[in-house]
């Protein structure tokens, strides 16, 4: 699977080296998307992914996914890790955003773990707030983007 405008995958000594070079451990999850599916960027053409029992939205655009050893500072993921607080870190690591910067998160604990959610912007960055399931693991969400890119069901450019 691949998703069309984000980064060529890495290797696993790649993310070993990461994870050494910044202190963290990567999940597992995004360990697989970024040596399998792709390594950050902008999908092109952008899609648009439900999100399920939101009270203000039904769908949202990927507009940027993370990887790592990115040049670009929108899609570099050791830039993230310096903003996630450790409260934050409980809604679940960030995986990418939406057109708005509203985030959508790969949630590695309690009752959702390993489901991808999205949360509204300023709820994310001021620490409270609910998440809105989007996918039930992380390959359900590339297949998801894969298919939207396939089908033609994406954003033009311009749109969003």
């Known amino acids: ?62 507009h940027g996914l993370y ?17 996630v607080s450790r409260h934050k870190a409980l809604f679940g690591v960030p995986i990418g955003y939406d057109d708005g910067g509203c985030p959508f998160l790969l949630q590695t604990t309690g009752p959702h773990s390993g489901q991808i959610r999205w949360m509204e912007a300023e709820e994310y960055s001021n620490d409270c707030g609910e998440s809105y399931f989007v996918a039930r693991d992380i390959s359900e969400f590339a297949r998801m983007i894969a298919a939207a890119q396939e089908s033609g069901e994406h954003l033009e450019d311009g749109q969003g």
Do not use: K
Request: aromatic residues 10%; neutral net charge; contains cysteine.
């Open 67 to 83: 990887g790592i050893g990115r040049d670009e500072p929108y899609y570099n993921f050791a830039r993230i890790l310096d903003s």
């Open 1 to 62: 699977m691949r998703v069309r405008g984000i980064g060529p995958v890495v290797t696993e000594a790649a993310v070993d080296s990461f994870e050494r070079q910044h202190g963290v451990r990567v999940p597992g999850p995004l360990r697989w998307f970024w040596t399998t599916v792709g390594n950050g960027g902008i999908p092109e053409p952008r899609v648009i992914v439900p999100i399920e029992n939101c009270p203000y939205t039904t769908a949202a655009s990927v």
